[in-house]
């Protein structure tokens, strides 16, 4: 079985801070994304990779950077944390597009 | 981008009765994927749809994809309380085989 696991299910940060969300994927995949998740809004992708060290924009990613430097990990860093960024973060895996993604259970984060 | 609309935004149900989510695009998909969330939980793929008018079944999930693949549907015979949770369709995005657009999502409820 494929298995994502992300570093945190909850965090709680003040404004201002620097935040990194970590993900890792076992099962070798080529393509990793980061989501996150608002009531009414639904899932929308922050940044997406497709190979170490690639990284592409998503819908929405400004406030967030990414970093990919080892195929089963991908970051997701909030430079300075702002309440609006409260949200469910999800990360995901493929292993080639468009397949299936799994995802890992989420970060629940709070900007306070 | 892609946008991908699905409606209803909720249905609640008594078990044992049907339940029915419809996603619809205004463009030609190349494939639409579902995926379900159960509450407190992270999105789990269920099923991927390519071919005109495809029908596929997993037990008592029906998944169809249109003659025009332009909507699909997710139909759920005589429902259990297992089923509850948030149903979403996904399709490809921006002419871009990475990202997937997910539609904002059915919430099923089941009252036993």
């Known amino acids: 079985d494929v298995k994502v696991t992300q570093s945190s299910r909850y965090l709680v940060k003040r404004t201002g801070e620097k935040v990194f969300l970590e993900c890792v994927q076992d099962?070798?995949?080529?393509?990793m994304f980061w989501y996150r998740q608002d009531p009414g809004l639904g899932l929308r992708l922050i940044y997406f990779?497709?190979?170490?060290?690639?990284?592409e924009k998503g819908d929405i990613p400004e406030g967030y950077s990414v970093s990919r430097e080892k195929k089963e990990r991908f970051s997701l860093i909030l430079e300075s944390a702002s309440t609006n960024q409260t949200s469910m973060y999800l990360c995901?895996?493929?292993?080639?597009?468009?397949?299936?993604?799994?995802f890992g259970p989420g970060t629940r984060l709070l900007v306070l | 981008g892609q946008q991908v609309m699905q409606i209803p935004q909720y249905q609640h149900v008594q078990e044992g009765e049907d339940f029915t989510t419809y996603c619809n695009s205004s463009?030609?998909?190349?494939?639409i994927q579902w995926y379900k969330q159960r509450p407190g939980g992270h999105p789990v793929f269920l099923i991927q749809?390519?071919?005109?008018?495809e029908v596929k079944k997993q037990k008592r999930l029906t998944f169809q994809f249109g003659e025009a693949k332009k909507n699909s549907s997710l139909h759920i015979t005589a429902t259990q309380t297992t089923d509850v949770g948030t149903y979403f369709c996904?399709?490809?995005?921006?002419?871009?085989?990475?990202?997937?657009?997910f539609g904002k999502g059915t919430l099923l409820t089941v009252n036993p």
């Open positions: 995901a895996s493929s292993l080639r597009a468009p397949q299936t993604q799994y």
């Open positions: 099962m070798d995949h080529e393509n």
């Open positions: 990779s497709y190979d170490v060290k690639m990284k």
């Open positions: 463009t030609t998909l190349s494939n």
């Open positions: 749809l390519v071919k005109s008018g």
């Open positions: 996904a399709v490809n995005s921006g002419g871009s085989n990475y990202k997937l657009t």
